[in-house]
């Protein structure tokens, strides 16, 4: 299974960016797994900003993200979103999108739960 992460780039405060993730695989379907974009700034540790499940018809984020961020999916173009609205200076990290393809029914919110791993798009918003 293979993730590519795009989208990335720099962006003023209260700006916008939607990241993408295109998933391949010879023996995987996006339908078949959950999925999770996570991010990682300097010195910290790698945090979910927003998860969906296999049908996409859960999905979750944590507070700091919440209002702001919308994970979707496109099973047939296997494609995974993150729309980012309202960025702040404080979102600024390495983004990577993850499949987790067990209990995939639920949305998975540690790191631990993921299979697969893109390579990162950096992020970067200044004030």
């Known amino acids: 299974v293979q993730l590519q992460a795009s989208g990335g780039g720099l962006v003023q405060a209260g700006g916008s960016l939607r990241l993408s993730c295109a998933v391949s695989?010879?023996?995987?379907?996006?339908?078949?797994?959950?999925m999770g974009w996570f991010r990682q700034a300097p010195g910290r540790e790698r945090e979910l900003v927003g998860a969906?499940?296999?049908?996409?018809?859960?999905?979750g984020y944590p507070d700091s993200v919440m209002g702001r961020f919308t994970i979707s999916r496109d099973n047939a173009k296997n494609m995974v979103y993150l729309q980012m609205n309202s960025l702040k200076p404080e979102d600024t990290a390495v983004y990577y999108c993850?499949?987790?393809?067990?209990?995939?029914?639920?949305?998975?919110?540690?790191?631990?739960?993921?299979?697969?791993w893109g390579q990162g798009t950096q992020v970067t918003v200044s004030s």
């Open positions: 695989g010879r023996t995987f379907s996006l339908s078949s797994g959950a």
């Open positions: 993850a499949a987790k393809l067990s209990r995939t029914a639920v949305i998975g919110y540690r790191e631990w739960e993921y299979d697969y």
């Open positions: 969906i499940n296999r049908s996409g018809s859960s999905t």
